[in-house]
């Protein structure tokens, strides 16, 4: 496996939690399944955050990204710091890992360990249910990796997931953190409303804002998510199709 970290700088870190925000790059699921990338796009664009590190390694897809300028760059995933009442370090880029799945999430283990994190919170989406409605308001639903983190989880109106399978990257990086000496929590939402998923990102943050101790007006998404809603409902066949955003949009 090559893997290759860049550091920009080494933040000094007030009680840090990693925020894992990762989503699968592959077209054929990346409709259903991007949630934890637009969360991470929206809290980047809503918040301020500060790059410090970029994790590249051949983990991730064979894919690299080119611009609007024509130049290529290698699928990526970057480490930013946000400073509030506790430091979020947000791990968001192009790509969840599709090989050496493990391996990936003990690179990010360790140097989360490295700065000091004690806590992960990974964002992702099920895999074993059955697609939901578009238009329904999506339950936040979680696991943690001990007793306490389900019961907080619980306390903050989160739905546990109990006796059901919990693939890739997203749940992997939790199980691995109690090796590590971490807290690890998953928060998902069923797949089933259309990208960019504006209610399910309504929903995570929500419960993000009440775990991390930050605020951050949704209202952009609210009526994004009325406007899909009006399209969904419209007549039949007049629906304009939309402009191919690219590889990662």
Not at 219 to 239: S, W
Request: aromatic share 8%.
């Amino acid at each position: 496996m090559w893997e290759r970290l860049e550091e920009e700088s080494r933040p000094d870190l007030n009680d840090p939690v990693l925020l894992v925000s990762l989503s699968t790059s592959l077209q054929q699921y990346r409709a259903l399944y991007s949630q934890a990338r637009e969360v991470g796009k929206f809290m980047l664009k809503k918040m301020k955050f500060e790059r410090f590190a970029t994790l590249y390694s051949s983990s991730m897809p064979p894919v690299v990204v080119i611009s609007d300028d024509g130049i290529i760059r290698l699928s990526s995933a970057s480490f930013y710091r946000y400073q509030g009442k506790r430091d979020i370090v947000l791990l968001a880029g192009d790509a969840s890992p599709v090989d050496n799945q493990y391996e990936y999430c003990e690179s990010v283990m360790s140097y989360a360990e490295s700065l000091g994190i004690k806590e992960v919170v990974s964002i992702g989406t099920r895999w074993t249910e059955e697609a939901g409605s578009p238009v329904a308001t999506p339950t936040v639903k979680g696991f943690a990796s001990e007793e306490e983190g389900v019961k907080e989880l619980s306390s903050l109106g989160v739905e546990i997931i109990r006796d059901e399978p919990a693939p890739f990257f997203a749940s992997l990086i939790v199980a691995l953190c109690a090796r590590h000496g971490m807290k690890g929590y998953k928060l998902s939402v069923d797949h089933g409303e259309p990208i960019p998923h504006p209610r399910s990102i309504i929903q995570i943050m929500g419960v993000l804002d009440k775990m991390l101790g930050f605020q951050v007006d949704t209202a952009e998404l609210r009526a994004l998510a009325d406007k899909i809603a009006a399209n969904l409902e419209g007549p039949v066949g007049t629906e304009v199709p939309p402009k191919r955003p690219g590889v990662y949009g």
